[in-house]
């Protein structure tokens, strides 16, 4: 076989990430590559993490970008923060709570799951039993903004909880950085992880994390070692760390860093009260569209996610057939359900760069236009309408 | 603190990576972002793998990119063939042996050190001598081009040597691939990975992997879980497996893998042996330019890479002086020793889109003028004119 050039073809992304990149950030990411240890490239590193420091609302010290996706971020949490023998509440309300269980057992520790119903917050008061009947738990973890089910969890409530109870916090921020309000020092929040491909509108590959004192104290207080090497944020830390002298640790990915450090320029330049009014207000009328066609979002109000919104799937409607149309006629990606809501919902992303007006109207109209041809039964035709109605009186 | 657009300078990479970046790849770098299961980059990847193969010379199924650096594809291949209470040899002639050995401990398995002097190949003999006292060891490790000192190991005569006495072979290629001959398929290499950032020329931040069969059946009869999620080969390849149905485990970097798909196709429209070959043919006069100013090359003939020579410092001369004021002054970047070698030589890399004759003469002048600026004692004002007769003399 002898393969030729990729010219990858130009979508809307509105699934669940990654999601539509600035320009700006891919014109960022494709400047020439320096060295990983060029004081140039170490100067930047400093503009990054002061940059992220903003976007997680802290002033932890130890804020950075993992060199990999957000599954190595939460890794990169659970394998510092549990030794074996550890006993970890697990709050499961999607796809995500799932994978924190699978990283606490690999760890050696033993999961204790808070089980609610996929589409739903995590219930406060579950956690609080839960606690009170595991006096020994040392953490708790849970997912802020579930990217299988669109719905949002009170952290700050969650972490007060674990706190009363000498519990630490792990918690899952990679759908709601940049989208809603993440207030790590507010909320108190121990350790947390983040994507760049979702509201931050970086191209995927990189995990923005951070962690709070009490986080790197249980760290230096270790009596096993860290399980992974690439992950031991002691090591991590002699390069990611202050200090004019940086060891080499590993060969960072200089030009993703490049994009995220702009990707992070533009968030502070727009400013993040701004990004998640912005989020709250296109959502709105993304609501409004898919409900004049008598769609649901499955995920009750006040425990939605602006920037993800999960969409019932209209009876008899095939899920693939409509976003391969939606693919390949309107260069349209949205996301599909997963585990148990495969097939009974879409996900619409309305994250970061891609949340706009004209990608609201533009995908309410290829939705309503898809599901009509294919003779769903849904109120054809209102949605696009619907939805400039909404910014009509919205302003 | 308010933070601009970063834009880094424009250097001349001759370092141990990363490596001068071909402008086609980070063209392709900044091409715009679609979905991870988009059809379209489903279709990429299966291309990757192909090109892949060429690269690593395998037929390998299991033959892809790891979505983080080198030091995770190093991780996973330790954590997935590496089970508690193993016995694993490793071969340590720099500092990449010692990090193999790291990964070793951390999988919970013993590690028997073969030790040979920094700077040299890894003795078959030693390896033997180790195999024959430890028989109940499953598994050899060592490091093809250690990329701490520019040793090129015989790689497939330690192969052998380890399938003798029973053992499987993890391989770190990271310097190797595309520099020399690696031929996993001929060598029966079981395990390897490599880094995009060296003789690949592509951005860092990928780590191609490559596994044959026995490594599979190990993987697939283990006893423990692998005790990483992220690295999990079983879960990996749900998503980068053949067959239509690509399973989500974590988002791809995107745009990365357009920059190593470009890479590749580079590679291919070159040929591997046209590769190896520039490369051993730049390397030849700059040899002749640095032994022409009167420095040596540690690697004693025979077990030097062409693509990173370790220069020895000469006395009295100051190392981060000489390489800040070639950065400084001529943008360009040469690496400094690692470990026991940090301040006795210069690690001068030719690696990929380096590796050429402008870069060879302007490294050479350069160093030249800048050690004779500070009164080193050298040759001075030989070393361009040694390179260009070499060019005369070999055409």
Not at 150 to 179: N, P, Y
Not at 233 to 240: A, E, Q, S
Not at 256 to 262: G, M, P, S, W
Not at 324 to 350: Q, V
Request: proline fraction near 5%; glycine fraction near 10%.
């Amino acid at each position: 076989m002898s393969s030729n050039s990729f010219h990858p073809p130009v979508r809307t992304l509105m699934g669940p990430g990654p999601s539509d990149v600035n320009p700006r950030v891919l014109e960022a990411l494709s400047r020439p590559t320096i060295g990983h240890l060029d004081p140039a490239f170490v100067g930047m590193m400093d503009e990054v993490k002061v940059l992220l420091q903003y976007a997680f609302q802290t002033r932890n010290e130890l804020t950075m970008p993992v060199s990999a996706p957000g599954s190595a971020g939460m890794e990169t949490c659970f394998v510092n923060l549990v030794q074996p023998g550890d006993k970890v509440i697990v709050c499961r309300n999607g796809v995500f709570g799932g994978r924190m269980k699978e990283n606490v057992e690999r760890a050696g520790a033993t999961a204790i799951m808070v089980e609610d119903p996929w589409g739903r917050a995590v219930d406060p008061q579950k956690l609080e039993d839960a606690l009170k009947a595991h006096p020994d738990a040392s953490l708790v973890a849970f997912v802020h903004a579930e990217t299988s089910t669109g719905a949002l969890s009170d952290a700050e409530t969650l972490v007060k909880l674990a706190h009363e109870h000498g519990c630490l916090t792990i918690v899952d921020a990679v759908t709601s950085l940049g989208g809603v309000p993440v207030k790590v020092d507010e909320w108190e929040i121990d350790a947390i992880y983040s994507g760049s491909q979702k509201c931050l509108s970086c191209v995927p590959g990189l995990s923005p994390v951070s962690f709070g004192e009490a986080a790197l104290e249980r760290i230096r207080n270790r009596t096993h070692p860290v399980q992974s090497w690439f992950m031991d944020l002691n090591l991590v830390m002699g390069y990611w760390g202050s200090g004019a002298k940086r060891a080499y640790h590993h060969t960072a990915p200089v030009n993703a860093l490049y994009a995220l450090h702009e990707a992070l320029v533009i968030l502070q330049e727009e400013g993040m009260e701004k990004a998640w009014a912005r989020h709250m207000y296109h959502h709105g009328a993304l609501r409004a569209g898919v409900e004049a066609m008598g769609l649901e979002l499955i995920v009750p109000e006040g425990e939605r996610l602006p920037q993800l919104n999960a969409v019932s799937i209209p009876e008899g409607v095939e899920d693939a057939a409509v976003r391969g149309a939606l693919l390949s006629e309107y260069n349209l990606e949205i996301g599909a359900g997963l585990g148990e809501l495969a097939g009974k919902i879409w996900r619409i992303g309305l994250m970061g760069f891609a949340c706009n007006r004209t990608n609201v109207l533009y995908c309410l109209g290829a939705l309503d236009a898809v599901l009509t041809a294919m003779g769903a039964k849904i109120d054809s035709g209102r949605a696009v309408a619907a939805a400039r109605a909404w910014y009509g009186a919205n302003g």
